[in-house]
């Protein structure tokens, strides 16, 4: 168990729709980090936060968001889906968002229909 | 840009032996920090082993040890004494100090581990 968890562990939903992701980083640490793991995309870095601020950006789509709160929670927002949206989401947390390693959570699976 | 390679989709070797897995890397940075992450099928992302640009010395952790080649830009991972729970897929990845500290990942391989 890394400490980083992420809610739901599975999504189901249709096209058009949108979807939130919520993950909480482990105790302490400050950055979270959003990957998507498709089959044909491996895993691609999506987006950072630091402290609450937007921090690295990635191969994130207009149609996806992010927010990290006050109590460092983080919230990934993916809207008007598509069925290539379907894939698993990892988030991820560091200390310090710099040269820290990163420990995953369990990821969510999206399932667009 | 930054790339990282992982030229072996799929190994397979028998319990109780060697295997080493390869990753190569492309980077101008001199300062930076690879890993290996472990996916069971479970899915978790499960940290195996760090190494620092900057540190010669190979990074080793139980069985799980690394031949990191710096000017070769290749950082391979060796797992000693294969235990059925080792059959997973292993990612290689990349992080630079000069940017974001985003990982780049292989495509991975995938570990078969043979009773």
């Known amino acids: 168990d890394s400490g980083v968890t992420q809610t739901p562990k599975h999504l189901i939903t249709a096209t058009g729709q949108r979807v939130t992701l919520r993950c909480s980083p482990r105790?302490?640490?400050?950055?979270v980090y959003w990957y998507q793991q498709s089959l044909d995309q491996g895993l691609q870095f999506l987006i950072q936060y630091y402290n609450g601020e937007e921090r690295a950006k990635g191969n994130i789509l207009e149609r996806f968001s992010a927010q990290q709160f006050p109590d460092l929670h983080s919230e990934l927002n993916l809207s008007s889906l598509e069925l290539g949206d379907s894939a698993l989401y990892f988030c991820?947390?560091?200390?310090?968002?710099?040269?820290?390693?990163?420990?995953f959570g369990p990821g969510t699976r999206l399932t667009v229909l | 840009a930054q790339t990282v390679t992982q030229s072996q989709p799929e190994m397979s070797v028998q319990e109780a032996e060697t295997v080493t897995l390869s990753c190569t890397y492309d980077t101008s940075e001199n300062n930076y920090y690879l890993f290996w992450y472990k996916q069971p099928p479970s899915r978790q992302m499960i940290l195996v082993i760090r190494q620092e640009a900057y540190k010669q010395q190979n990074a080793t952790e139980n069985r799980f040890s690394v031949n990191f080649q710096k000017a070769a830009k290749s950082f391979s991972l060796k797992i000693s004494d294969s235990q059925l729970g080792d059959t997973a897929m292993y990612f290689c990845a990349f992080m630079g100090t000069s940017g974001t500290y985003k990982y780049i990942f292989g495509t991975g391989t995938r570990l078969k581990v043979l009773a």
């Open positions: 991820a947390s560091s200390a310090d968002g710099a040269a820290d390693t990163q420990y």
């Open positions: 105790s302490g640490d400050l950055s």
